[in-house]
């Protein structure tokens, strides 16, 4: 790198005013473009319209702005066409305004540098994104071995190559990937409930992440939001790959990878997901859940472990390429952060404390845990997925997949766990045990619905 010299003081200004006024222009075309080929109804322009301008306001003023995603639970009471009841749909009505939240909530951060602190996973994130961009470590990553998260210092470098030195890239992306995660839980709970249960159970994941700690890591510039961003994706995948499709699965698969290479204690989640290959609609009952077991494609679990151990096995050489050892573990941050739980410390009491006190935290979203009502959607959708595994009446009624997904979600505790930044360890399993709550409740006021779970054996499944 060089200092700039007299041709770039004065291209630089036109260069930012043409910049702008192309984003603006794309924005444009993709508004104009979007209304027109869609359709939509003037219900579905209006709120999404009116909705985005008042969070917007709301995350620029800065007062009530963790509690706006609640207006979006009324998205679920928009009179609307069978046909507009889709994933579009669900984007325009939520997501757009969340978007817009975060951009008047950034705004005044666009051309500034935040530091936010010294020594900890942000500043070292930073560190190894400026050594890997700048200083050309593209393949080692910044460090030999990885005590801090492999894959976010490559985010953390391209985000600032698209935003400059500001922390603003890192906001818009963290609010995408919590959009995503959303999304994700739309998309379940649609085929289990009905579009406006979705619309609501997408509305209340968002609403958590915004009135509970998660919403202090917005932005922070850390690797969990990135993670449940490419976990997002995986699922939605792998709903894809239920149908037979190889690149669904596939691409599943990369997407797995990267959510463990950006926290690697989300291998044993990565296994979890699998369960996104079973009917949809199979219950948690023993005999509905083998059924669904035996109705599920092989081929796509092929490809998506193959895929994942594949990713594990380089990851693995590169320990040994840098370090000498040929590990996953080698280097990071389990030796501190385990648990103990081994086949020989199975019994121990001290083992089983620490798990208890990693799952409280998981679960409460809080350090050290404690009660606190703004889990309790979390808790809920936990418990309700442990006690439908546990064929308890009535709830061992409740879909399979979603409550294997979200005991997954919760198992890493059982080996690892970090106590520091309250919700960290949380985020992942937010959307999976919302949908879980939502989708009791919808049983619960609904009764029996066209879209109710019902045995595989007896109901035929219809892939969406």
Same mark, same amino acid.
């Given at each position: 790198m060089s200092a700039p010299g007299r041709l770039d003081a004065a291209i630089s200004r036109p260069v930012a005013i043409a910049t702008s006024a192309l984003m603006l222009l794309i924005l444009t075309a993709w508004s104009i473009s979007l209304v027109t080929s869609r359709g939509l109804s003037s219900p579905v322009l209006i709120w999404s319209v009116c909705a985005a301008g008042v969070l917007m306001a709301m995350g620029a003023v800065g007062r009530f702005e963790r509690?706006?995603?609640?207006?979006?639970?009324? $998205?679920? !009471?928009?009179?609307?066409?069978?046909? %507009? &009841?889709?994933?579009?749909? /669900?984007?325009?009505?939520?997501?757009?305004?969340?978007?817009?939240?975060?951009?008047?909530?950034?705004?005044?951060?666009?051309?500034?540098?935040?530091?936010?602190?010294?020594?900890?996973?942000?500043?070292?994130?930073?560190s190894a994104a400026y050594r890997i961009f700048l200083n050309g470590y593209w393949i080692q990553g910044g460090s030999p071995t990885f005590y801090f998260?492999?894959?976010?210092?490559?985010?953390?470098?391209?985000? #600032?190559?698209?935003?400059?030195?500001?922390?603003?890239? %890192?906001?818009?992306?963290? @609010? /995408?990937?919590?959009?995503?995660?959303?999304?994700t839980c739309f998309a379940i709970v649609k085929r289990l409930s009905g579009f406006r249960w979705a619309a609501? /159970?997408?509305?209340?994941?968002? !609403?958590?992440?915004?009135?509970?700690?998660?919403w202090h890591l917005i932005g922070r510039g850390l690797s969990e939001i990135t993670g449940v961003g490419w976990m997002s994706l995986a699922a939605l995948f792998l709903m894809r790959a239920r149908c037979g499709r190889p690149t669904a699965a596939l691409v599943a698969g990369a997407c797995a990878v990267m959510m463990f290479y950006t926290r690697l204690n989300h291998l044993l989640l990565a296994g979890f997901l699998l369960a996104w290959l079973l009917p949809v609609r199979a219950a948690s009952g023993w005999t509905d859940l083998w059924s669904g077991v035996r109705r599920a494609r092989r081929a796509p679990a092929a490809i998506y472990v193959i895929t994942i151990a594949t990713g594990v096995t380089?990851?693995?050489?590169?320990?040994?390429?840098?370090?000498?050892?040929?590990?996953? !573990?080698?280097?990071?941050?389990?030796?501190?952060?385990? $648990?103990?739980?081994?086949?020989?410390?199975?019994?121990?009491?001290?083992?089983?404390? &620490?798990?208890?006190?990693?799952?409280? @935290?998981?679960?409460?979203?809080? %350090?050290?845990?404690?009660?606190?009502?703004?889990?309790?959607?979390?808790?809920?959708g936990a418990v309700l997925s442990?006690?439908?595994? /546990?064929?308890?009446?009535?709830?061992?009624?409740?879909?399979?997949?979603?409550?294997?997904?979200?005991?997954? @979600?919760?198992?890493?505790?059982?080996?690892? #766990?970090? #106590? %520091?930044y309250p919700g960290r360890m949380s985020v992942h399993v937010v959307p999976f045990a919302v949908g879980m709550s939502v989708c009791a409740l919808s049983r619960l006021f609904r009764g029996r619905t066209h879209d109710n779970v019902r045995p595989v054996g007896t109901a035929p499944f219809i892939a969406t």
């Amino acid at each position: 790198m060089s200092a700039p010299g007299r041709l770039d003081a004065a291209i630089s200004r036109p260069v930012a005013i043409a910049t702008s006024a192309l984003m603006l222009l794309i924005l444009t075309a993709w508004s104009i473009s979007l209304v027109t080929s869609r359709g939509l109804s003037s219900p579905v322009l209006i709120w999404s319209v009116c909705a985005a301008g008042v969070l917007m306001a709301m995350g620029a003023v800065g007062r009530f702005e963790r509690f706006a995603a609640l207006l979006l639970v009324g $998205s679920a !009471v928009l009179p609307l066409t069978t046909r %507009e &009841k889709n994933v579009r749909t /669900a984007f325009l009505l939520i997501g757009i305004p969340w978007v817009a939240l975060f951009v008047g909530r950034a705004w005044t951060d666009i051309g500034r540098i935040t530091l936010y602190s010294v020594g900890d996973d942000w500043h070292m994130y930073q560190s190894a994104a400026y050594r890997i961009f700048l200083n050309g470590y593209w393949i080692q990553g910044g460090s030999p071995t990885f005590y801090f998260q492999p894959l976010y210092r490559w985010v953390a470098g391209t985000l #600032h190559v698209l935003f400059g030195d500001s922390s603003v890239g %890192e906001t818009y992306w963290d @609010a /995408a990937c919590l959009l995503a995660a959303a999304l994700t839980c739309f998309a379940i709970v649609k085929r289990l409930s009905g579009f406006r249960w979705a619309a609501v /159970a997408a509305a209340l994941t968002l !609403v958590t992440f915004t009135i509970s700690p998660i919403w202090h890591l917005i932005g922070r510039g850390l690797s969990e939001i990135t993670g449940v961003g490419w976990m997002s994706l995986a699922a939605l995948f792998l709903m894809r790959a239920r149908c037979g499709r190889p690149t669904a699965a596939l691409v599943a698969g990369a997407c797995a990878v990267m959510m463990f290479y950006t926290r690697l204690n989300h291998l044993l989640l990565a296994g979890f997901l699998l369960a996104w290959l079973l009917p949809v609609r199979a219950a948690s009952g023993w005999t509905d859940l083998w059924s669904g077991v035996r109705r599920a494609r092989r081929a796509p679990a092929a490809i998506y472990v193959i895929t994942i151990a594949t990713g594990v096995t380089l990851f693995a050489a590169h320990t040994w390429w840098y370090a000498g050892r040929f590990s996953v !573990v080698y280097g990071t941050s389990f030796a501190v952060q385990q $648990s103990g739980l081994r086949l020989t410390t199975i019994a121990s009491p001290a083992v089983w404390s &620490k798990i208890g006190e990693a799952l409280g @935290a998981q679960l409460s979203m809080r %350090e050290p845990p404690a009660f606190d009502p703004r889990s309790m959607l979390v808790v809920a959708g936990a418990v309700l997925s442990l006690l439908a595994l /546990a064929q308890v009446p009535y709830l061992n009624r409740l879909p399979a997949s979603l409550a294997l997904v979200t005991i997954g @979600a919760v198992a890493g505790s059982f080996f690892a #766990h970090t #106590h %520091e930044y309250p919700g960290r360890m949380s985020v992942h399993v937010v959307p999976f045990a919302v949908g879980m709550s939502v989708c009791a409740l919808s049983r619960l006021f609904r009764g029996r619905t066209h879209d109710n779970v019902r045995p595989v054996g007896t109901a035929p499944f219809i892939a969406t």
